[in-house]
């Protein structure tokens, strides 16, 4: 019907109006960037992790060659994904929300991926340079050690940057022009 207002989702928190499909895609396009991003990390982890399982000779179609440096290249995207958000998104969003504040649970699950990350990257590094030959059993207790608070931080960030947290704090304009 012409003029109509065609409207998404429910109503969000309070007394918000529900939002048009424009303002919607406006609203969640840094949550469905962001889960993107968090979508290879999660592809990445989950082969490395099978990779450590399997009781092949060469799992998940992996030497160890292959591991090691696909280890090492997980480390290094997280490690550099990170410093962005830290450098210059969340700083950003910090300005009106207080999830993405220092004190608050996303930048503390960073500094709980990164410890875990740092071991993993010293242990792969040692692999690669032959002073250790490559245990998949260390490798996947690296990756528990830091494991379940990274598949939360991956779920939760996403959920933060969602249309209907967003719209509580930024203006449509304001989301249109916020980095990324």
Not at 79 to 90: A, L, V
Not at 92 to 110: S, T, Y
Request: hydrophobic share 35%; glycine share 6%; aromatic share 8%.
């Amino acid at each position: 019907m012409p003029g109509k207002n065609n409207t998404i989702g429910k109503e969000g928190s309070g007394s918000l109006p529900p939002l048009s499909a424009n303002d919607f895609r406006a609203y969640n396009r840094l949550s469905e960037q962001m889960d993107g991003f968090h979508n290879h990390f999660r592809m990445t982890w989950n082969q490395l992790w099978d990779a450590c399982n399997s009781t092949s000779k060469r799992p998940a179609g992996l030497s160890a060659r292959q591991m090691i440096m696909m280890g090492l290249q997980f480390c290094s995207q997280l490690d550099f994904h990170h410093s962005i958000e830290e450098q210059h998104i969340f700083p950003v969003l910090a300005k009106k929300m207080p999830e993405f504040r220092k004190e608050l649970d996303l930048l503390k699950q960073h500094k709980q991926i990164h410890a875990g990350l740092e071991k993993l990257e010293a242990y792969l590094e040692k692999c690669r340079s032959g002073e250790e030959d490559l245990r998949r059993e260390e490798v996947r207790s690296l990756m528990d050690a830091f494991g379940k608070v990274l598949w939360q931080h991956l779920d939760e960030e996403v959920q933060t940057l969602r249309a209907e947290n967003m719209r509580q704090y930024w203006s449509v304009d304001e989301m249109r022009k916020l980095p990324m």
